[in-house]
């Protein structure tokens, strides 16, 4: 199994960044799944999650209404849309596969995952 995230960087509040995560090594369009961050001194917590098929999606309170998980079967990729980019939203972000919507622990070991800074 490999996760390859890209799209993070440096950007200044109320910013936009699109994250992309492409899968391989399982059957993606079978798995549900999610993108979780790590900010420096903290644990990792779950953001965003989505189903295998309907595409049905769920989101941590501090990010909903700014943040957009969607995925693409055909191309075995996960994305995160992030607007209204705020400082606490600075973090190393990575994707991975949950068992189900309810579920945050994660099946696959991790990727190297994408910096998100933002700062002005």
């Known amino acids: 199994v490999q996760l390859v995230e890209s799209g993070g960087g440096l950007v200044q509040p109320g910013g936009s960044l699109r994250l992309s995560c492409v899968a391989s090594g399982f059957t993606f369009r079978n798995y549900v799944m999610s993108w979780y961050r790590q900010a420096p001194g903290k644990e990792r917590e779950l953001v965003a999650t989505?189903?295998?098929?309907?595409?049905?999606?769920n989101y941590a309170g501090v990010v909903k209404g700014r943040f957009t998980i969607s995925r693409d079967n055909a191309e075995n990729t996960v994305f995160l849309q992030m607007n209204s980019l705020k400082p606490e939203d600075t973090a190393v972000y990575s994707c991975n596969a949950v068992a189900n919507v309810n579920q945050s622990s994660n099946l696959f070991a991790w990727g190297q995952g994408t910096q998100v800074t933002v700062s002005s």
């Open positions: 989505i189903s295998s098929a309907e595409g049905s999606t």
